[in-house]
């Protein structure tokens, strides 16, 4: 059955998709537009006098002329508004403050300890809706003020109802977590998965079409972005690699599950080789935020923890060969605070990748993610589900 659209949601519709044209591929000009959306010169001129109005977007100057008039330039207004993101891991929170180009102009990161249900749902909201107001206060004056904020969650999350269905490391399940602090903020709040927020952020940075993001913590997750979209799955729980069995009769998972790809590729895992080589690692740093960077500092003089971190490498390579093997990707993207020790496990993965994949997968490149890359991409969800017609946005 063909469904009918009315003029005006059409002209919702379009201009939704002329704001993310600019969002993307900005400074543009109304004709650049044109060819871009194939929508006419009038429409795209009628649209953009509005997003003009709307504050949304501005005009910063003349592009190049093919012969007549110089064009005028149009681009996202940043300062138009600002959005919270806000990135849970089991260890700590990250909290940022972005302008609509996600600059970010305000940070925090919190040490919490959830691991295992260390912290119960009611004081994870508390220290949530803290944490939020913090960056709250820091925007600007703003004719749109807060859009709204994205939250990245490390496990199974229903984004377009805004609940979780389960954090496995940190042992919370169906948690309305929108709902509950929705009542505490006047703007929208969403929620992702942090693969997700991860892969969408790197695909935003680099324009690569075809990518998989690993982020690598206490857990390891992944997001993929297919042909330019995340790619969800049916039920959008795809992503799990983590759970993706590497060892038939391996270790206990979180997940209930053996062998799981994150039991021998985590910090966790690290934690485990380190015992191997017999290394101490104080409890307190056990479950710090810091454990990977001084790992990383007591490589450089010590051998054991280079070893610790070669074996997660040939682990971690073990996964991702598994996955570009699915997946054939233009790129994997490793992310989290395990990126820091990217020097002395990056080899094994490599090598890992020339030894067990096929064909032109042995060669996909590696490379290390941004900095922020997953609150990033948090802080980009009300953009995409508010003001962009985009891949990330519910309907
Ligand atoms: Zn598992």
Redesign the pocket.
């Known amino acids: 059955m063909t469904k009918t659209v009315d003029a005006a949601t059409m002209r919702q519709i379009n201009k939704k998709y002329v704001t993310e044209i600019i969002y993307n591929q900005g400074p543009l000009s109304r004709i650049d537009i044109s060819q871009i959306t194939g929508l006419n010169k009038a429409t795209v001129s009628s649209l953009v006098d509005d997003l003009i109005a709307d504050d949304f977007v501005n005009e910063i100057g003349f592009g190049t002329s093919n012969g007549g008039r110089k064009p005028v330039l149009l681009q996202l207004n940043a300062s138009a508004g600002y959005c919270i993101g806000v990135d849970i891991q089991i260890t700590h929170m990250t909290t940022v403050l972005t302008d609509m180009s996600g600059s970010i102009i305000y940070k925090s990161i919190r040490p919490i300890d959830c691991a295992d249900g260390g912290l119960t749902q009611t004081e994870l909201e508390e220290i949530l809706i803290d944490e939020m107001n913090h960056a709250a206060v820091k925007a600007p004056p703003s004719r749109h003020s807060i859009i709204g904020a994205g939250i990245a969650l490390p496990g199974i999350v229903n984004f377009s109802t805004g609940s979780v269905f389960y954090l496995?490391n940190i042992e919370i399940r169906d948690w309305d977590i929108c709902g509950a602090l929705t009542k505490h903020f006047p703007f929208p709040i969403f929620i992702d998965n942090d693969g997700n927020c991860g892969a969408w952020s790197e695909y935003r940075l680099r324009q690569i079409n075809n990518l998989v993001f690993v982020n690598v913590g206490i857990g390891v997750g992944t997001g993929i972005v297919v042909n330019g979209q995340l790619y969800r799955g049916a039920h959008g729980i795809a992503g799990e690699f983590?759970?993706m069995t590497i060892s038939a009769m391996g270790l206990l998972?979180?997940?209930g599950?053996y062998g799981?790809w994150?039991q021998y590729a985590s910090e966790q895992a690290l934690l485990r080789y380190l015992q191997e080589e017999e290394e101490e690692v104080s409890e307190a740093l056990k479950l710090s935020p810091n454990l990977v960077s001084v790992a990383v500092a007591r490589a450089i003089e010590k051998p054991s923890y280079k070893r610790a971190f070669q074996v997660l490498g040939q682990y971690l390579g073990i996964g991702i060969s598994n996955i570009v093997n699915a997946l054939n990707p233009e790129l994997v993207v490793i992310g989290g605070t395990m990126a820091l020790g990217a020097e002395y496990f990056l080899p094994e993965v490599q090598s890992a990748l020339r030894n067990r994949s096929m064909a032109s997968n042995k060669y996909v490149p590696i490379a290390i993610a941004h900095g922020d890359t997953i609150v990033s991409g948090a802080a980009q969800l009300p953009i995409s589900n508010t003001i962009l017609q985009s891949p990330l946005s519910a309907t």
């Open positions: 496995p983590g759970h998972c979180a997940c599950n799981c994150e």
